[in-house]
């Protein structure tokens, strides 16, 4: 069975940093494009970034470019993201998704994580 | 980046009866359509993919079509468990793959 668990959310004050973690079971996860999708209060879904199966190739948003850093650890099928210089409007909850080979949509997310910055 | 617009926002429903949501690409994005389902409090689930799939241990009540730019997801007997908000995405052009503001779903 396909499971993801999401951590390291919290309240964070402007400016301040915060790393989420992604713990994957269940599928190969080092053959799987593995993504962040955030989700602010009462709002719908935004994609945040993606990283490639070996890790190699990243994609960002534009409202997170520069400030977000995707990263994998295939070793203990680990997913993280790095956020620095956190914003109000960074504020919801963060899903790590997993997308299906090819031309396909994201298949399994996780039960996600609150990330709330506010002073 | 492509502008994903679904009609309506609110759709107020009879259990048993059918429900039809709407989904609008600002362009064409061929059969790279996918419906999730989401609950309060839970992430979203995949219904359909490629614009008409169902996704693995979806009922057949759920049906998706269209293709370019005008998509539709049918339940055709609504059920209690469906009352949710769907979102459509388009992956045709990813990254992003952005998505639509979303249809609530509601008891009439």
């Known amino acids: 069975e396909v499971q993801m668990l999401e951590s390291g959310g919290g309240l964070i004050q402007p400016g301040g940093s915060l790393r989420l973690s992604c713990a994957a079971s269940g599928f190969t996860f080092s053959s799987y494009a593995m993504n962040w999708v955030r989700q602010a209060p009462v709002k719908g879904l935004e994609w945040v970034s993606v990283?490639?199966?070996?890790?190699?190739?990243?994609y960002y948003a534009d409202f997170v470019k520069g400030r977000f850093t995707i990263s994998r650890d295939n070793s203990k099928n680990m997913l993280y993201l790095q956020m620095n210089n956190l914003r109000a409007d960074d504020t919801a909850v963060y899903y790590c998704?997993?997308?299906?080979?090819?031309?396909?949509?994201?298949?399994?997310w996780g039960q996600g994580t609150l990330v709330t910055v506010s002073s | 980046e492509i502008v994903m617009t679904q009609s309506p926002a609110t759709l107020s429903v009879s259990p048993g009866e059918r429900a039809t949501l709407s989904c609008r690409a600002s362009q064409r994005v061929s059969s790279n359509l996918a419906w999730y389902q989401q609950k309060p409090g839970q992430a979203p689930r995949l219904l359909i993919y490629g614009a008409s799939t169902r996704a693995t241990g979806i009922p057949a009540r759920f049906s998706g079509s269209g293709s370019g730019t005008e998509f539709t997801l049918t339940i055709s007997s609504l059920q209690s468990e469906d009352f949710a908000v769907y979102y459509c995405?388009?992956?045709?052009?990813?990254?992003?793959?952005?998505f639509g503001q979303g249809t609530k779903v509601e008891i009439k």
């Open positions: 998704a997993k997308k299906e080979v090819g031309s396909r949509p994201f298949d399994y």
């Open positions: 995405q388009q992956y045709n052009n990813w990254p992003p793959g952005t």
């Open positions: 990283i490639s199966g070996s890790g190699d190739i990243t």
